[in-house]
């Protein structure tokens, strides 16, 4: 994909630097606590560890969770203010800020593993989800793996441990494509976020149509020993992990 034909994502807020310093302090508590709990035992099941590129890796939390276990993890994001953060907590890390759609400036060109965690909530259209897709399908191993964890259309329509979505009762109407809204509530000033609802269906089609095979989806729930006070976690799944080969 030539970078001049990417229209920028929607509004990004990740582009402002106190959306970057707020994001920064999320670790991986409350509704996270799902993704940190599962996502080490999926990887290590999937891929063992090698060379991993963190696709939109924001501040920097899920390439050091990556790097915590064992891969040779290089962040990237097109957010100057997130990348910025990255390298502030963690010195010794490799961030690189890229063009939106023009990754030739990755200091490896084939990995085994592409993490994405979250960044497909907030990219906008199903062509630009494919045209992403298969430039990073083209920078996998052939016995590579790609894992992207996203948001599950139902955290736009419940109330969770770190989220509510009580101010858009329109989410509820929402189709798989339209544009919904969520406010993490532990961020000061509780910005609105606008992501891009994505169902099952358009998931399991864009991966068909870019070349990958599914390999597993998990929808973590919240446990009651897990420490947190989890409000709809319990019974309604708030991610989705979809674990894809490269190998169609
Ligand atoms: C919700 S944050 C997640 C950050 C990190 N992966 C984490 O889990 O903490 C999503 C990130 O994806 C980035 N992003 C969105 N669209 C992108 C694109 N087309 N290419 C690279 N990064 C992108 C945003 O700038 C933002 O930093």
Redesign the pocket.
């Known amino acids: 994909m030539d970078a001049r034909d990417?229209p920028e994502?929607i509004e990004?807020v990740?582009?402002s630097r106190s959306y970057?310093t707020e994001?920064s302090k999320?670790d991986w508590g409350g509704t996270?606590h799902l993704?940190a709990r599962d996502l080490p035992t999926i990887l290590r099941e999937n891929v063992p560890p090698g060379h991993a590129l963190?696709?939109?890796?924001?501040?920097?939390?899920?390439?050091r969770?990556l790097k915590d276990l064992g891969y040779h993890a290089v962040?990237?994001?097109?957010?100057e203010a997130?990348?910025t953060i990255a390298r502030d907590l963690d010195p010794q890390g490799e961030y690189v800020v890229?063009e939106?759609?023009n990754y030739s400036t990755l200091p490896v060109d084939k990995f085994d593993l592409i993490?994405?965690?979250?960044?497909?909530?907030?990219?906008p259209t199903a062509e630009?989800k494919l045209a992403?897709l298969q430039d990073l399908r083209k920078l996998l191993l052939p016995a590579g793996v790609f894992v992207n964890?996203v948001s599950s259309p139902e955290i736009y329509r419940h109330e969770w441990a770190t989220f509510t979505t009580a101010p858009f009762p329109e989410n509820r109407l929402a189709q798989s494509g339209d544009v919904v809204r969520i406010i993490t509530t532990t961020f000061a000033d509780s910005p609105v976020?606008e992501d891009i609802l994505f169902d099952e269906a358009s998931y399991r089609h864009l991966y068909n149509q870019s070349g990958f095979r599914v390999v597993a989806k998990h929808e973590p729930l919240g446990h009651n020993d897990d420490g947190v006070e989890w409000r709809t976690e319990t019974t309604i799944a708030p991610w989705v992990i979809w674990v894809l080969s490269g190998n169609s």
């Open positions: 990417v994502t990004n990740y582009g970057a994001y999320l996270y993704i963190d696709f939109g890796c924001g501040t920097g939390r899920s390439t969770l962040g990237m994001d097109i957010s997130m990348v890229v939106n759609g993490l994405s965690c979250f960044p497909f909530d907030n990219i630009i992403i964890v976020c």
